[in-house]
């Protein structure tokens, strides 16, 4: 009896999990058959947000500043097409007349084509890696350290001084592509004035002499010593403030000659032609005026004449004390805005450089870039995306197709990039709360 009771509850306990296996492998097909159905809608999805990371390539191996400086100009469409169209001039010469040497060109070529490639068997991870001899390499170019701590507008400003050095050589042999657009040309004019008889300074003289033109246009604003009043102003009005450079307790030519005049009812002494530096003893050949002396702010204004397709803001956040210690301020906190409009042209906010550590010279660069424009386009039939400014090697070909702006298009437009990581960031939510006092540079481009 009890033998049958235990043989029945075997057999029953083997109909049981039998069962359930059939049950099981029912289950487990219906889900498959309903992935597989649903399959092309979840592509699609994903297709929607695949190429959030397209034309970007990962860094790995690369002094932080001058990763920043490798993104900065991989996220600008005017520098790439500048790189493009030295390329097909430098190919064109070496078919006609024979080689010529533009190392600092070729390498960002390879640099950015490493940066940008867009074929779609390219692990993505992998990225840029430049070994030490390849940095040793660049330094030669440059004639620069770069393997210790540098600062990215030192590097920066080095590497495009040495490009257009490069570019007059290459003009020099090739009159005929004297058009080519240098991304950062730019032409300023110094304008120096009394704040109180706006009277100019004297044309040719020293108050109105430029200093050494910079190879780029960089806009400083002193975030370290103007807390409260960068508090308190847009980001235009910040920008118009830097162009204005006051010199206090100035003697004014002009300002003491009319007290002169107002005081002394003397007559024989005109005001014309007087300047704001003018020598009063040497035009006069007398010296009546010592204690009419007006002292005066002087007003240093710089105008920008042609503005440059890139425009570079450096946000010194350093102040030095006596002893020459460095402080930094990380308590200045500031909404940028996406666009600005100067001198009637339109600027795009491409990339927020961010610098974390108290050292000028020290700490950790990481970049917010701005996600770039793809094009859609059906070839043989299927729907393929590229990034529609890559460098090339030959020709520049002309694509047809949707463009489609991952910045506009994503609920979040921009890329934190912290050496070989990239996150997702909004500038709207991310970035101004929690980062904004720790950018350091801000690149904007014009035509984008």
């Known amino acids: 009896m009890k033998m049958t009771n235990k043989l029945g509850l075997g057999s029953n306990s083997r109909y049981k999990i039998g069962v359930l296996t059939c049950i099981v492998g029912y289950l487990a097909y219906c889900a498959y058959e309903n992935f597989s159905d649903d399959n092309s809608n979840i592509n ?59 190392p600092l060109h070729e390498f960002l070529h390879d640099v950015l084509t490493q940066l940008l490639i867009d074929d779609p068997e390219t692990n993505i991870s992998e990225g840029l890696y430049l070994s030490r001899e390849r940095i040793i390499s660049l330094e030669k170019i440059l004639k620069f350290s770069l393997l210790k701590q540098n600062d990215w507008l030192e590097v920066l400003e080095k590497m495009i001084h040495t490009l257009d ?30 704040a109180k008889c ?48 006051q010199i206090e307790d100035y003697t004014c030519s002009y300002c003491t000659l009319s007290n002169y005049i107002s005081k002394t009812k003397d007559t024989s002494f005109g005001l014309k032609d007087i300047c704001i530096n003018t020598d009063l003893r040497n035009t006069f050949n007398v010296d009546v005026f010592t204690k009419h002396h007006v002292k005066t702010t002087l007003i240093k204004k710089q105008d920008i004449i042609r503005y440059p397709k890139l425009l570079f803001f450096n946000l ?30 339109s600027y795009q906010l491409n990339t ?31 729907v393929k995306y590229h990034l529609k400014y890559t460098p090339i090697t030959d020709t520049i070909s002309e694509r047809k197709g949707k463009d489609i702006d991952l910045g506009n298009k994503l609920s979040k437009d921009y890329w934190l990039i912290n050496d070989d990581k990239v996150k997702d960031k909004s500038l709207a939510s991310n970035i101004n709360p929690h980062d904004s006092n720790m950018i350091v540079g801000l690149v904007y481009e014009s035509g984008v």
Do not use: W
Request: charged fraction near 25%; aromatic fraction near 12%; glycine fraction near 4%.
């Open 165 to 194: 050095k490069e570019r007059k050589i290459l003009l020099q042999a090739s009159p005929e592509i004297q058009n080519l657009t240098f991304p950062f040309e730019y032409k300023t004019k110094l304008s120096t004035y009394c």
């Open 352 to 382: 927020l450089v961010k610098h974390s550590g108290n050292a000028k010279v020290g700490g950790h660069y990481q970049v917010f870039n701005r996600k770039p424009i793809v094009l859609k386009e059906k070839v043989d039939g299927e």
């Open 44 to 102: 699609n999805i994903r297709n929607n947000r695949k190429y959030k990371t397209k034309g970007l390539k990962r860094t790995n191996g690369v002094t932080c500043y001058l990763n920043s400086i490798f993104l900065i100009l991989s996220n600008s469409t005017s520098f790439i097409a500048y790189i493009n169209s030295i390329d097909q001039a430098k190919n064109k010469l070496l078919k006609n007349k024979g080689a010529i040497d533009l």
């Open 316 to 345: 010194n956040r350093f102040a030095y004390s006596y002893s020459g210690i460095s402080n930094r301020d990380t308590s200045t906190y500031f909404d940028f805005d996406k666009r600005i409009v100067m001198n009637n042209s």
């Open 198 to 245: 706006k009277q100019n300074a004297e044309k040719g003289s020293q108050l109105n002499k430029q200093d050494d033109e910079q190879s780029f246009l960089l806009i400083n604003l002193d975030f370290a010593y103007k807390k409260s009043e960068y508090k308190s102003l847009n980001f235009i009005d910040l920008v118009e403030r830097s162009m204005y450079q």
